[in-house]
Structure formats: C-alpha cells, structure tokens
C-alpha cells in the first residue's frame, strides 16, 4: 500500500516474475521508466539472474518468494502465485498495471482502482501447449497431465481473469489478434521498444552469425546450430536454459556457446556479427530489432511477430519451413546478397523507446477515473 503525495494518479505495476532476461522483463525495465514513481509487484524476483536496472526499484515480491530462489524453482510453484496475485492488496492505488502473460492478470484490485494490463500473449500452456517440450515445461509431470484433462475449464478460467481488465493493450497486431481469438477482447497495439541509443553500428559485418535466445525447446536455437555446423559457419549461442547441453552435443568447432552475457557484450556481438539467426515463431520477439538497431540484417523464420518487425529484402530475409535445410538455404542466399546497415537501422526506428513510453502512459493513465 502506498500513501498519495500528489495529484498524479497512484500506478502500480504487476509483473509476472523477475527470474530472467527476457524481452518482457526488459520491457518491464521501459514500464518503469513511464512510471518512475511506481511500485513493482511481482511472484519472484532474482536480483542476479534478470536486470540490473531493477536493483534501483522498490520491488515487493509475493509471500513465498523465499522458496523460489531459481527459474525452475519459481515455475513450479505457478498454482500458488496464481493464488497470491489474486490475494494481493492493491487498495493504495489508483490504476494497476498488469504487466502479463500468465498469473499478473489474476489481480483483483479493489472497486474504483483500475485494472489496465499489458499483455504480451496468451498463457502458452493453456492455449498453445505444443509449443512445448516436455524438458520446457513449466509445471512438472503430474501438473501437466492435470491441465490437460482440465484444459476447458483452466481456459475458461484465464478467459474470466482477462474479463475483469478494463482495458487491454499487446506488443503487436500478431498478438492482437491472438488476444481476440483467445480471450474476445480487443487489444490496443502499443509496439514493445528497444533504446536505439544503446546500440551501434560496427565497421562491417564480422565472420560469425549470432543466436541470442533463452536456451528452451520452442526457440528452435537448434536449428540454427546444426544448419551453421553443416555449413562450417561460425555462431555464437548466446543464452542459457535447459535445452544448453543438448545445443553442446550438437555443435562442433563453429559454434561458440557464450552462456549469459552483459548488455557491453551483447551490444559488441551485435554490432560484428554477419546477422541474426532466429529460428523461432516468436508472438513478437526483440532480438530482431536489437539486431536491427545495430544496424545487422536478421535472418527469420517467416511467422509470428517478426513479420511486424524484419522488412524482407531491406533488413533481412525470411525462411518458410523450421527444418536445417531451409535455414541453410536462407543463409546460402543471404550470402549472395547486400544489406545496407543504415537502411537496416532506419528500418526499426519507429520502435525506439521514447514513443513507447509516450503511448503507454496515454494508454494507463487515459482509462483512470472512469471506475473499476
């Protein structure tokens, strides 16, 4: 609970967990900067293993918090975030938040604070279950055979936490459209950013393609490793997950497994590599316009967000099928052409940081004063 100190409507924001560097704890970083005054909840929150820019923020985990001191840890204890989102006292406030895909939507703040939530795609394991592989799971055996022989009633469920938020907004017109089909809302697309600023361009292109996922199974990193050890092209893997040992035993001398890397580091590899290999169908994905911003063209399986975010021809080239052979054909004729790095630059400049900001706090703090 918070007390007001000025006329400025009372935001918090909600997020689902803080337990890796992914694209939406880096939006959530973006959130933050729209709101600088606001509090941030979420389940868990592992300083070491997500942002630095969190540690400067007032960070309230969920009770229970203390048993899930890692990744995997935090997943399995999903039934009872649910619960303790559901449970959380946002009475303090004026407009919550919701920053989700899967238990920061559950909130029930109290009549007159509202709800407005950001979210970035339908709960996977509810809607889209064959994106997973049984070693990316995230609930154990005997949960996952439970939400199966549950599912209509668990999508039912979802569907009624998304009826309660008063208005909704997505990454992208790909998740929009998901959003209607799964939960019948609309959602306003606000564009998920990077800071163009904190990218470069470098001399040229270096002698190595680049992967930055984390390392699990619908990433499809694998692809890209076996087509460049077919192909005898260097790659460098940047991530961590579960899927690493399976990506070592398939590589060879070309591929370079560089484990979790700081943001000085990730902005050099960008700024030298050929492209970006990414592999896999992503609601939206940010590595592509990280890439981009460095002025490097990417290399993408032609689905999903992507779509929204690579111009065929000008910032990259898209493959139709995820097998080897198509990544490989991919990157046989990207080889035989050009891409201009300022016009690979220039191609993602709409998804800078600044009009982000501006439209979401249009976005949360328009809906304030008309109930909850």
């Known amino acids: 609970m918070t007390t007001k100190t000025s006329s400025q409507p009372r935001v918090a924001i909600v997020h689902d967990a803080l337990v890796n560097a992914g694209g939406a704890e880096r939006v959530v970083t973006f959130l933050c900067d729209a709101f600088p005054d606001a509090p941030l909840f979420t389940s868990v929150y592992l300083p070491d293993r997500t942002y630095a820019e969190f540690r400067t923020r007032t960070i309230h985990e969920l009770p229970g918090a203390s048993r899930a001191r890692s990744e995997v840890a935090a997943k399995r204890m999903l039934p009872w975030w649910l619960w303790g989102f559901s449970h959380l006292d946002l009475s303090g406030f004026d ?54 022989l549950a599912r209509p009633a668990l999508r039912a469920w979802d569907r009624r936490a998304m009826d309660r938020v008063s208005a909704v907004a997505t990454t992208c017109r790909n998740m929009a459209r998901a959003i209607a089909e799964c939960y019948n809302r609309d ?26 996922s ?7 990193v694998d692809l890209a490793v076996q087509a460049c050890r077919q192909l005898g092209r260097k790659l460098i893997v940047v991530g961590d997950g579960p899927e690493l040992e399976r990506l070592r035993a398939m590589g060879d001398q070309h591929v370079t497994f560089a484990g979790l890397v700081d943001k000085a580091t990730l902005v050099d590899l960008y700024a030298g590599c050929r ?25 993408a399986f032609g689905a999903g967000g992507v779509l929204e975010t690579v111009v065929d021809g000008r910032s990259g080239i898209f493959f139709g099928e995820q097998t080897i052979g198509s990544v490989i054909d991919a990157i ?41």
Request: hydrophobic share 40%.
């Open 95 to 148: 407009v919550v938040l919701s920053s989700t895909t899967f238990a920061a939507k559950h909130v029930r703040p109290p009549r007159g604070v509202r709800h407005v939530s950001y979210c970035y795609a339908p709960f996977r394991l509810l809607w889209k279950p064959e994106a997973y592989e049984a070693s990316s799971l995230p609930v154990g055996t005997a949960a996952q055979r439970v939400i199966d």
């Open 187 to 212: 959602a306003a697309v606000i564009y998920a950013p990077v800071r163009l600023s904190e990218y470069r361009m470098g001399t040229g292109p270096g002698d190595y393609y680049l992967s930055v």
């Open 214 to 220: 984390r390392l699990i199974s619908h990433k499809r």
């Open 275 to 299: 492209a970006l290999l990414f592999c896999s169908e992503e609601d939206y994905g940010l590595t592509p316009i990280e890439a981009q911003a460095s002025g490097r063209p990417v290399i």
């Open 332 to 372: 046989v004729r990207f080889e035989r052409e050009s891409f201009d790095p300022l016009q690979v630059r220039d191609a993602v400049a709409r998804f800078d940081v600044e009009p982000f900001i501006r439209h979401m706090r249009d976005f949360v703090l328009s809906t304030h004063g008309t109930g909850g």
